[in-house]
């Protein structure tokens, strides 16, 4: 059980293409491949502990202040988060500015918790939450890989398109600029949704 609720996710029940959660970030954090993929983490991570905990809390939360105990538990992971950016990873962390802190808000996490961690014991929520932030991750390491291959040439910041392929050294290629811009943004998630869905309509 624990292994199809760990793979639905990632393979038929993705949240950004199917299910149309967590777009905003999606499109706001992928102009390079790494604060793309420390977002990603991030939010498996808060996805996660947030349903587990959230699940052990189950039984003891008043339902009239369900949300505020759920909004309390993200926060407090979320700016766990943010402050071990902070002290860890400074430069990435002024990249992300404060899509980190959005995290609180990203409908992946509050979703999850209100479908499946109220309802299961904690070690499936976990999976659950974990499956959710990676299927979430895939799709923003996806994006985030044509748009700073095309639109700078590098990944990781470093370069990956030959220096000798560009016009300025003699060759045919230039840097796109459009892929760093936001609309291009929206275009490629559109395709990745076009391609996942595309693809799971032939297994049905």
């Not at 393979?11 to 967590?22: D, Q, S």
């Not at 309390?72 to 990873?89: N, P, T």
């Not at 609180?104 to 904690?122: D, Q, S, V, W």
């Given at each position: 059980?624990?292994?199809?609720?760990?793979?639905?996710?990632?393979?038929?029940?993705?949240?950004?293409?199917?299910?149309?959660?967590?777009?905003?970030?999606?499109?706001?954090?992928?102009?390079?491949?790494?604060?793309?993929?420390?977002?990603?983490?991030?939010?498996?991570?808060?996805?996660?502990?947030?349903?587990?905990?959230?699940?052990?809390?189950?039984?003891?939360?008043?339902d009239r202040i369900r949300i505020i105990v759920q909004l309390?538990?993200?926060?407090?992971?979320?700016?766990?988060?943010?402050?071990?950016?902070?002290?860890?990873?400074w430069e990435i962390s002024k990249q992300l500015s404060v899509?980190?802190?959005?995290?609180?808000?990203?409908?992946?996490?509050?979703?999850?918790?209100?479908?499946?961690?109220?309802?299961?014991?904690?070690?499936?929520?976990?999976?659950?939450?974990?499956?959710?932030?990676?299927?979430?991750?895939?799709?923003?390491?996806?994006?985030?890989?044509?748009?700073?291959?095309?639109?700078?040439?590098?990944?990781?910041?470093?370069?990956?398109?030959p220096k000798q392929w560009y016009v300025a050294n003699g060759?045919?290629?230039?840097?796109?600029?459009?892929?760093?811009?936001?609309?291009?943004?929206?275009?490629?998630?559109?395709?990745?949704?076009?391609?996942?869905?595309?693809?799971?309509?032939?297994?049905?």
């Open positions: 059980m624990n292994k199809r609720i760990f793979l639905d996710p990632l393979f038929k029940n993705n949240p950004i293409p199917v299910l149309a959660l967590g777009i905003c970030s999606a499109l706001a954090v992928t102009v390079k491949l790494e604060p793309a993929m420390v977002m990603a983490l991030s939010v498996t991570l808060v996805t996660g502990f947030s349903s587990m905990i959230l699940s052990l809390l189950r039984n003891t939360i008043p309390v538990v993200v926060a407090a992971l979320v700016i766990l988060v943010d402050q071990i950016l902070k002290a860890f990873a899509f980190v802190g959005l995290i609180i808000t990203n409908c992946i996490i509050m979703g999850r918790i209100e479908a499946f961690a109220l309802y299961n014991k904690p070690f499936p929520s976990l999976v659950d939450g974990l499956a959710n932030g990676l299927g979430y991750g895939i799709i923003l390491v996806a994006v985030s890989i044509v748009r700073e291959l095309l639109g700078s040439g590098t990944l990781m910041g470093y370069q990956v398109i060759g045919l290629y230039e840097n796109n600029g459009l892929f760093i811009l936001p609309p291009m943004a929206l275009i490629i998630l559109g395709l990745v949704v076009w391609v996942y869905n595309a693809k799971n309509a032939k297994r049905v």
